[in-house]
């Protein structure tokens, strides 16, 4: 889950670089309060990349994609992009809880099973 997490937040936290970029254009927003905000948003995402697996990792992710949509009442484009990030947020963690169950099963299947004699060594014989 979380390389898949964490390849969705590195692709948000250039979305958000880029849309500073446009929104800096708008003559009401000025150019401090817009990198903060964006720099406060890219900062998130990179440190959600490291957290992403712990508790509320999941639950800042969700926060995260909800501000995105959000943004797109001062870029208009971030509507639609929020929303393609939010259904790529879903599908990273979905589908990365899956590959991880995956992987449980598999090492759980090929760990060798415990001797029963209770004896590290072989029998002579």
Do not use: N, Y
């Not at 890219?42 to 697996?53: A, D, I, K, W, Y």
């Not at 991880?100 to 001797?115: I, L, V």
């Amino acid at each position: 889950m979380r390389t898949l997490c964490s390849s969705t937040l590195i692709g948000e936290f250039f979305l958000i670089g880029f849309a500073a970029l446009v929104a800096m254009k708008d003559p009401d927003l000025s150019t401090t309060t817009v990198w903060t905000v964006s720099g406060i948003a890219m900062l998130l995402c990179l440190l959600l990349c490291g957290m992403v697996t712990r508790p509320g990792g999941v639950a800042l992710g969700w926060a995260l994609q909800i501000a995105l949509v959000a943004s797109g009442f001062f870029v208009p484009l971030m509507f639609f992009m929020g929303v393609v990030f939010a259904a790529l947020w879903w599908a990273s963690v979905h589908f990365g809880r899956k590959v991880d169950e995956a992987k449980a099963r598999f090492a759980a299947q090929s760990a060798p099973a415990p001797s029963g004699g209770g004896s590290s060594t072989p029998d002579a014989v």
